[in-house]
């Protein structure tokens, strides 16, 4: 059976009031991942990050017959792998924004959904994971919340973002091309991501939200890795560049500094770390307490 998409939302950029506060709600997204560029952003997302999130989803013993929730499916590798583990008495919904690189496989629904309208799907889920996700959205705590509530008893929470650690380049590398990525990055960062609502502080609080929201047994791992040019790490920030050109132009880089950016995140001789990714997971208690 090919991966069912629900059409029935489709919010790429909305701007409405959360009756809740009483505020304006902002859910626009900086990125394009319908886009080609933004195929490659959720491909080079998978290959850096797949096998740690794999792993940490062995580990917690996501088998035949459980209820999974994919949030940020982004081309669905994730949620096909917890497919394989769930089975035919298991079920995986995948959820983003825009699901035209959501690749299809049997076992897995894709939504095409806005997270911060709700859930497309009412709980109980065994496991929800959460992937460059939470930390775009301003409501990520009361979202956080929701997410814990919609576990079943002794159901798992993993959340993965980045912290405020940028990337740069590595050690030995020309002080011209180190000093141009560094620059480039930063500008991305903090000029542009922050002011649209990135909050990198964050993946290292998670926990304590977790906490908050009444998981326990919580656990997390920091990865950080370098790169040479032309590999998935070094080329998703090609992708990520060439879907904010207009911002970046505003916030003082050239057409030149970014052509000679995307030149050399291609160039094998070089190389950088990686964004510091942060995976926090949590546990529903059994019982009561």
Same mark, same amino acid.
């Given at each position: 059976m090919a991966t069912e998409i629900d059409t029935r939302t489709d919010t790429r950029t909305d701007t409405r009031n959360d009756t809740k506060?009483? %505020?304006?709600t902002d859910t626009r997204y900086l990125f394009e991942t319908g886009s080609d560029h933004g195929r490659v952003q959720v491909d080079c997302l998978s290959a850096m990050l797949?096998? %740690?999130t794999t792993g940490v989803l062995?580990? $917690?013993?996501v088998r035949e017959g459980w209820r999974c929730l994919? $949030?940020?499916a982004g081309n669905g590798s994730v949620a096909r792998w917890m497919a394989q583990r769930v089975g035919p008495?298991?079920?995986?919904a995948a959820v983003d924004i825009d699901t035209r690189h959501l690749d299809p496989a049997p076992g897995v629904t894709a939504y095409r959904h806005d997270v911060n309208d709700d859930l497309p799907e009412d709980g109980p889920f065994d496991v929800i994971h959460a992937r460059m996700l939470l930390m775009h959205l301003s409501r990520r705590e009361e979202i956080l919340r929701t997410l814990a509530g919609a576990l079943a008893p002794g159901g798992w929470l993993v959340v993965t973002d980045v912290s405020d650690r940028l990337p740069t380049a590595a050690a030995g590398i020309d002080p011209g091309p180190a000093e141009l990525f560094d620059r480039v990055l930063d500008t991305g960062m903090n000029r542009v991501g922050r002011p649209a609502g990135m909050n990198l502080e964050w993946a290292r609080d998670v926990g304590r939200h977790l906490r908050d929201a009444g998981l326990e047994d919580i656990h997390g791992l920091e990865d950080a890795f370098t790169a040479r040019?032309? %590999?998935p790490a070094m080329l998703y920030y090609r992708s990520l560049i060439k879907q904010l050109e207009e911002?970046?132009?505003a916030a003082g880089l050239t057409t030149d500094d970014m052509r000679q950016f995307c030149d050399l995140?291609?160039?094998p001789q070089f190389s950088a770390w990686s964004y510091q990714f942060v995976t926090t997971w949590a546990r529903r208690p059994t019982t009561r307490r």
């Open positions: 506060n009483g %505020t304006a797949d096998s %740690t062995d580990d $917690l013993g994919e $949030l940020g008495t298991g079920s995986v040019g032309g %590999t911002p970046l132009q995140v291609t160039d």
